[in-house]
């Protein structure tokens, strides 16, 4: 258990608590607390990652791992974003991104398992892309503001066409993050289908 893999599993635990806070709505600023736990766990998956290369320390259980912890948090961010938003933002326009990006994961994991199975050029068709790393970037910041203000802005002391403009970003930044899944996953398939026949 290395520290890498010890970040990795801390997520886990950040996820649970984090869905508490979220849903204990008795806790004064508990959206406040959810997005902030929400912030630490997006950058253990980035810095987990970094650390492991970084230190040489890359691991078969790390590399199971990693995808499942970081899978998790977000599809239960975005189930709980789709059962109550923020002020002014509907079910419908939460619930197209998180169905785009919950899919594109189940879909990658799906890949990622045929790939590992085919072995060689395969499997090497199926590595990291900067446009996953940029879909990651955008989803922490969507996700982490619209848990944010789920009930408001005025714990930042926003109001008014502020406090709008700052929902309305999260919510297009949250569609950025699909548009960057869809397109992320269609270059791992353009990479993947000639192996596929």
């Known amino acids: 258990m290395n520290l890498p ?27 406040s607390w959810a997005a902030l736990l929400f912030f630490i766990g997006g ?10 290369r970084k230190m040489n320390l890359v691991s078969s259980f790390g590399a199971f791992l990693d995808p499942v912890a970081d899978k998790l ?3 239960a961010a975005l189930v709980l974003l789709c059962t109550k938003t923020a002020n002014g933002v509907s079910a419908l326009s939460m619930a197209a991104p998180a169905t785009i990006i919950i899919g594109r994961e189940i879909t990658m994991s799906a890949i990622r398992e045929w790939a590992a199975a085919a072995g060689g050029e395969a499997h090497k068709a199926v590595a990291v892309n900067s446009f996953g790393k940029w879909k990651t970037a955008t989803q922490l910041v969507a996700l982490s503001v ?16 502020s406090a709008d403009a ?14 960057l899944a869809l397109l992320s996953l269609w270059i791992y398939m353009a990479g993947v289908v000639k192996y596929m026949t």
């Open 5 to 31: 893999n010890k970040l990795t599993t801390s997520r886990f635990a950040i996820t649970i608590v984090f869905v508490v806070v979220v849903l204990w709505d008795t806790l004064p600023y508990h959206t």
């Open 43 to 52: 950058l253990t998956d980035i810095l987990d990652g970094y650390l492991a």
């Open 73 to 75: 948090m977000v599809a």
């Open 146 to 161: 619209l848990l944010g203000v789920r009930d408001g802005c005025e714990w930042l002391g926003l109001a008014g066409a």
């Open 166 to 179: 700052l929902v309305t970003g999260g919510v297009w930044c949250l569609y950025a993050s699909a548009g």
